[in-house]
């Protein structure tokens, strides 16, 4: 299914290459011409904007199954380490698209994001410059978010990917207890797995389809003044929860350290915890991973109440 | 002779049906990808009032790009794209010169030399009543 | 798996992928236009089909919308497309006049050309209400004189060319004063001015700003989407103007506004209230046949009162009983008289045609005076040609003294 997504976004994204302009005069009208003007640019759009926020989710979904099920832990841990360089990479590349709009409804995740990076440390400075090519949030910019969300994410994204895809066969496939502890013997051919893969293809391309002849992507008035406040200043969804964490204190605290914090943790548990039983692994909430699947649970608990918090603040 | 079974009947319409679903895709992108999203350049130019012209002395207006002379029976405005790929030519003592592949056009566009099949276009004018000298290049 | 649920979801998908392909094909399709000072497209015609032109001098293919009104011009989505329109449904709005009307090739020129008139309309006594306002503070005792102190929103005026201009006006706020009267004339009486909504829609509906008198509403309430709106002209009916004048009177002692309660079936009843005396031409007449630019836009200075801006009279068109009206033969073709004949749309003026003047140059560019020696008015909104006569050489007994048109009603003033 994350295949099949990025597959979707990558398409719709080089399709929209043909339009978009990256200049902070041009960004937004061009935006406005593939929504409104061009035959179909609004479906491609919606698609793009679509299928890379149902990747989000999947991801996270798939983040939560390999936790819950233990198939993490060895010999699948560096594949983990992968996933969640693969996660952080998505989240990267929905902000930086996100940004590309250079609308009204983005500037003040543009302006936090860019004075989070500022607020590291000792590299804040280097990254902020690395990320926004400078103090203006101007058209250097937006020229660079528009060359990490073409290029400078997406190659590594695509080397990982397979990467991650080709450990999972390494490691010796989908997590499953050993022949001699198998409790079910049913093994599906190739073609048959072929086959469930495409029809699920085809449903997420229905639903992917339907959604966005329904539910258009977001759009806004273009950015008059980069320093003025229009719109509510509100995060995309998936920085809701850092949005709600940074009402607490400090930036670089509660911004960047924690966050990385819950990635760090996601990332030691199955080299700290003790993973399933060889006969349980690859099941769903085996007994002998239960500390690995409750910390799991609560980060993820955390996460998800943060973003409820957000949500039903009112703007 | 093989039977024909249920399932080979539903391959079949499951490819026609992608298929279709594909033909619709490519039909799809063929038009996202061919829609002009920039205004069409000027056609019309307004040269100014029609009397600030010299009399059977060319001008050039590099703008368009177009050769004008007055004379006694009224504008002649030659264009200046080189007719074999539309390079701007340039004056030369025969006439114009093309500097991208060398065609060569005597004073009233004919080809004299290159690779240029046909002579400099003749571009329409028409003076407006109130003395204005408009050029059209469609 | 059966093979059939992989038919079954291609069948379905093909139908999905037809149906947004259908929805795509039954998008309107977008109408362009390139207006050609901006060379932009806009995309605002898709929607807003057979909108009429708003004025000869404005058409639509020169200026597009976007010059005029803001908005998203690329957008085909209303709540886009007029996210970023200025003033709403009305872009001459003084909030957002300058960058709707002004600019040097457009409407703030300056005094030496004629073209300062957003300048003007800012600064003007219908604009600022500094006249009502400076008599209700000195009746009340808050100031010592009738020199004006406060408008309706804080003004300046850098150059101040007359003797009776004033350089700044502060905004009234009648919170900040004790007097109970003036409190309650905040409260009730200051949405007489172009810059306010009048209270009552109907009949005395009108926009703000420039087009308080320039967009004439159609007869009746304005409609949501009422074509009529979109209009500019310079042929202003007396009913425009009665949208703030002639609908009643203030009471002091209450501080209330108590309306007109007749209802007039005619014009003769219509144009003022029961109260007032007036002569013949003062109702065949629309107020701007008389009244001058500078009398109703201002002359580019803050005053304090009507009285230093009026200066219109009888004998302005008709002169005393020993001068004739003054006059001027148009001679400059770039002449301010021929410009504005040629704005509206009734009157017609050509170079070598002799026109009067006023007291302070104002070209009266509606009149003539004729070969014969007599002269003609053409109303400039209703283009009803009138014959008049000079006063020298009549029976009129006026006083060269009493020049006031209170004098000319005590013989002309018409009975109801």
Redesign the interface.
């Known amino acids: 299914m994350a295949v099949f997504l990025t597959l979707v976004v990558g398409g719709t994204g080089i ?1 929209e290459m ?2 978009y302009i990256p200049t902070p005069e041009q960004a937004a ?2 935006v ?2 593939i ?10 759009r919606s698609l793009h904007y679509w299928s890379a926020q149902a990747l989000l989710f999947v991801v996270g979904v798939h983040l939560l199954r390999v936790m819950f099920t233990g198939a993490s832990s060895t010999p699948r841990r560096f594949n983990h380490l992968l996933g969640l360089a693969l996660l952080v990479g998505s989240v990267l590349l929905d902000f930086t698209g996100y940004v590309l709009r250079w609308d009204q409804g983005i500037q003040w995740a543009l302006v936090v994001g860019a004075n989070l990076l500022k607020a590291i440390p000792l590299v804040g400075d280097s990254l902020h410059i690395m990320g926004t090519g400078g103090a203006n949030l101007g058209a250097t910019t937006l020229i660079r978010f528009y060359s990490w969300h073409t290029f400078g994410l997406t190659l590594p994204f695509v080397v990982l990917s397979v990467w991650h895809i080709f450990r999972v066969r390494r490691d010796g496939g989908i997590a499953v207890p050993p022949p001699a502890l198998r409790t079910d013997h049913e093994r599906i051919s190739r073609r ?1 797995l072929v ?2 893969e ?2 699920a293809a ?2 997420c ?2 639903v992917l ?2 959604l ?2 329904a539910c258009p992507a977001p ?4 950015i ?1 003044d980069m320093r003025e406040l229009t719109l509510d200043a509100r995060a995309p969804w998936f920085f809701l929860w850092v949005q709600e964490l940074l009402r607490w204190g400090d930036p670089f605290v509660f911004g960047v350290l924690l966050p990385l914090g819950l990635l760090g943790l996601l990332s030691a548990i199955p080299y700290v915890l003790d993973g399933p039983a060889p006969a349980e692994l690859g099941r769903w909430f085996p007994a002998s991973g239960r500390g690995a699947q409750i910390l799991t649970g609560v980060v993820a608990l955390a996460v998800a109440a943060l973003t409820v918090m957000a949500l039903v603040r009112a703007p | 002779m093989p039977r024909h079974t249920r399932r080979d009947f539903m391959k079949v319409i499951t490819s026609y049906l992608l298929g279709l679903i594909g033909g619709l895709g490519i039909a799809g992108v063929v038009r996202f990808l061919a829609y002009e999203s920039e205004p069409r350049r000027q056609t019309e130019f307004d040269l100014g009032q029609a009397s600030d012209f010299p009399k059977n002395m060319p001008t050039r207006r590099d703008e368009i790009p177009a050769l004008l002379i007055m004379n006694s029976s009224g504008f002649i405005a030659l264009s200046l794209i080189c007719t074999h790929l539309g390079c701007t030519v340039k004056d030369a003592p025969e006439g114009f010169v093309c500097p991208c592949h060398g065609t060569l056009y005597d004073n009233e566009g004919s080809v004299l030399r290159g690779p240029a099949a046909e002579p400099l276009r003749r571009l329409r004018t028409e003076v407006t009543p109130e003395g204005r000298l408009i050029l059209y290049t469609e | 798996m059966a093979y059939s649920r992989l038919t079954l979801a291609s069948a379905v998908l093909l139908a999905s992928s037809v149906a947004v392909v259908a929805a795509e094909l039954r998008k309107p399709r977008p109408v362009e236009l390139v207006p050609s000072l901006s060379r932009q497209p806009e995309y605002c015609l898709t929607c807003h089909v057979g909108l009429p032109e708003i004025s000869a001098a404005h058409p639509e293919q020169t200026f597009g919308c976007v010059i005029c009104h803001g908005g998203e011009r690329l957008a085909l989505d209303e709540h886009l497309a007029h996210s970023s329109m200025r003033g709403g449904a009305n872009p001459s709005d003084f909030s957002v006049v300058e960058q709707s009307c002004g600019g040097s090739q457009c409407h703030s020129g300056s005094q030496a050309d004629q073209r300062d008139h957003i300048q003007r309309a800012m600064t003007s006594v219908q604009s600022t209400y500094a006249g009502a306002i400076a008599s209700i503070l000195y009746t009340f005792a808050a100031q010592p004189d009738l020199t004006a102190r406060y408008g309706i929103a804080a003004i300046s005026d850098e150059v101040v060319n007359t003797a009776s201009g004033v350089a700044a006006l502060e905004a009234f706020d009648a919170t900040g004063f004790a007097s109970p009267s003036i409190v309650k004339f905040g409260r009730n009486c200051t949405t007489c001015h172009i810059g306010a909504t009048p209270a009552d829609g109907g009949t005395y509906a009108r926009f703000t700003g420039c087009a308080a008198c320039h967009s004439p509403l159609g007869a009746g309430a304005p409609a949501e989407g009422n074509r009529e709106t979109h209009v500019l002209t310079t042929a202003i009916p007396y009913a425009q103007c009665n949208t703030c004048h002639n609908r009643g009177n203030y009471d002091l002692r209450t501080m209330a506004f108590v309306p007109r309660s007749d209802h007039p079936v005619d014009r003769v009843h219509d144009y003022y209230q029961p109260i007032a005396q007036f002569v013949r031409c003062e109702y065949a007449l629309d107020c701007i046949d008389c009244h001058t630019r500078v009398e109703a836009m201002g002359d580019g200075d803050i005053h304090s009162s009507k009285k230093e801006i009026q200066y219109i009279q009888c004998k302005t068109c008709h002169g005393t009983r020993t001068d004739l009206p003054p006059a001027m033969t148009v001679t400059d073709t770039n002449d301010i008289s021929l410009r504005l004949a040629q704005l509206n749309p009734v009157v017609e003026l050509s170079t070598g045609d002799r026109v009067l003047v006023t007291e302070q140059g104002e070209p009266l560019w509606n009149t003539r005076l004729l070969a014969d020696g007599s002269y003609e008015l053409v109303g400039k909104a209703t283009g009803e040609r009138f014959k008049f006569r000079p006063v020298r050489g009549s029976g009129c007994t006026q006083n060269p003294e009493e020049q006031a048109s209170q004098y000319c009603h005590e013989c002309h003033a018409v009975e109801r």
Do not use: H, M, N
């Open positions: 399709l043909f339009y009208l061009s406005q011409t929504t409104y003007l061009v035959p179909f640019g609004s479906v491609v048959e086959r469930r495409l029809l085809l449903l391309a229905t389809l339907l966005a002849a759009i806004a008035a273009p008059v």
